[in-house]
Structure formats: structure tokens, C-alpha cells
């Protein structure tokens, strides 16, 4: 039976885990904790997001079962210091989370468009204009569409363990027409990407990122991937200005379109150019 609380991302993680996570339940102990953590770093050198993942997957688990046990015990991954994830001096090797700021250049997303067959093509648009995630995006249905108030009724697929954390996205005039045209005379989902099977949605969100690299290097652009996209939505959303020049958005406005509870990810999404800012100086 799986532990409440458990997002299907923790089950596929806890799973991979079995084969080097060889302990028995008595011997969950400090020491064992911090022995583990130090093997991710020395051994398997992931990055300190990967080790909080994987520590906070497996602490979730100890802590339903101490739970279900009414054991008095600590859970000994929840002692562990702030910033046990990081490397220091004493770890054989470095390693930092990995920040990306890539951006599309100019022509290069005409050229991505070029290379794909029509259905690829739209969940590009959508992506790109909108911010949506690419599962976001894949399993939109007919009535999540709203084309007269012009927004997208969005099934968040980031909230808290798991929970649907619903949204409004508007959708842009460059996205309208391609959008309704796709709506009219359908029903169900825009696209048959997605079985509908819950159980199959990691290996359809794998197939579509391959597709994504398999056109992105097609079109001569290989150090881009899929969630770059999002990035530049995230940076096409601040920019945006009205007729007069004003800014469309505010901060605050643009970190709930692209589904954030605080700012912090809205700035570590802002890739902004500095040749546009240079560009505003005349």
C-alpha cells in the first residue's frame, strides 16, 4: 500500500530508489542518514536539488509509517542540518543546481514551426505563448477553453503533494485564432497525445520532450529543451505592453499566470535580454 501523501513524481523516484536504498527499517538511523546523503554526493554525484528530492520522497514514507505505527522514534532525514544537500570542501565533487536562462532568438522559433507536423506545432504555440507546462498543456480539454472571455481554465499539475492547483491563463491574440480553429466541432482533450491513463502520463510527457529535442536539433538549435519554452513565456508575459507603451502585467500577475505562489520562481524564471533593455535606451 502506497503512503498518503506520496506525489506520483515520489512514487517513480522511491521505486528507482529500491536498488541502492538497502536498509532496514532498525537501522534508519542519524548516522545512516547522513552516510546515505553522503553517497549521493560522492558516488552517485547528483545535484543538491536531486538529493533534496530524494530525501524528501524517502522521509515522507518514514514518516507515514511512524505514524501508522504510533512508533515514539524521529525520523532521522528529518534531522538532518540546513543546507545537508550542498557540497563542501570535504565532498570529492562539485556539483550545483543547474540554472537555465535559455531563450528563443530571433527566427529561431519560425524555424522550430517549420519542422513540425501541425499537432506539435499548436502545443508549441500554446507552450510558448501561454507558460503552460507540457503535461499542462497536453491533457487541455474542449471546455477548459474559454473563447469569450479568452482564458484557459488550467488543471495545475504543481500544487502541494500532488493536488490539482487550478489557474487562469489569458490567452494572447497571437494565440486566438489557432486556438479556436483547434476547439471548433471537437470535444474531449485538443489532442490524442495522452491515452487518459494516469499510469502512463510519465511516459507521455518522456515521449513529447523527445519529440520537442527531435525537431529543436532539426532545426539546427540543439542546446535548447523543452522547458526553455516556459522560460520564455515566463519573459514574453513581463515584456508585454499595452498600445501606449504600459506595462500589461505586474509581478504578482505574472507569477499566478504561470502558476507560482511566490515571486522567487518568477526571478529565477527572468531571462531578460540585455541587448532589450540596452534597445529601451535608444
Known amino acids: ?9 515520489d512514487s517513480a523516484l522511491l521505486t528507482s530508489m529500491m536498488r541502492y536504498v538497502q536498509v532496514r527499517l532498525s537501522g534508519l538511523t542519524y548516522a545512516w542518514a547522513e552516510s546515505w546523503v553522503a553517497s549521493l554526493k560522492s558516488e552517485r554525484g547528483l545535484t543538491p536539488g536531486s538529493i533534496r528530492k530524494r530525501v524528501g520522497a524517502l522521509a ?13 522514534n524521529s ?11 550542498a557540497y563542501d570542501a570535504r565532498d570529492e565533487a562539485q556539483k ?34 501561454t ?20 482564458v484557459i481554465k488550467v488543471e495545475g499539475t504543481k500544487g502541494a503533494r500532488g493536488a490539482s492547483k487550478p489557474r487562469l491563463v489569458p490567452v494572447v491574440p497571437e494565440l486566438r485564432d489557432a486556438l479556436a480553429e483547434r476547439v471548433a466541432g471537437r470535444i474531449g482533450r485538443l489532442w490524442g497525445f495522452w491515452d487518459g491513463d494516469p499510469a502512463t502520463l510519465d511516459a507521455c510527457t518522456a515521449r513529447l ?12 538549435i540543439s542546446d ?11 519573459c514574453r508575459w513581463i515584456e508585454r505592453r499595452d498600445a501606449k507603451g504600459r506595462w500589461v502585467f505586474s509581478e504578482i500577475e ?20 540585455g541587448e532589450d533593455l540596452s534597445a529601451r535606451l535608444g
Open 1 to 9: 500500500k502506497a503512503a498518503p501523501g506520496l506525489t506520483p513524481s
Open 60 to 72: 515522507r514514507v518514514i514518516d507515514w509509517h511512524l505514524r501508522t505505527t504510533g512508533s515514539n
Open 75 to 85: 525520523n532521522p532525514l528529518r534531522l538532518l542540518p540546513r543546507g545537508y544537500s
Open 96 to 129: 550545483v543546481d543547474v540554472h537555465r536562462d535559455r531563450r528563443l532568438h530571433p527566427g529561431e522559433a519560425e524555424r522550430i514551426r517549420a519542422q513540425m507536423p501541425e499537432d506539435l506545432r499548436l502545443l508549441f504555440d500554446i507552450i510558448v505563448w
Open 131 to 150: 507558460g503552460l507546462r507540457l503535461r499542462e498543456a497536453y491533457r487541455l480539454r474542449v471546455d477548459q477553453i474559454d473563447l469569450t472571455a479568452w
Open 209 to 220: 520532450s523527445y519529440q520537442f529535442r527531435y525537431h529543436f536539433e532539426r532545426a539546427g
Open 224 to 234: 535548447l529543451r523543452e522547458h526553455d519554452l516556459r522560460h520564455e513565456a515566463c
Open 254 to 273: 505574472v507569477a499566478r499566470i504561470m502558476g507560482w505562489s511566490s515571486l522567487r520562481m518568477m526571478m529565477r524564471y527572468a531571462s531578460i535580454r
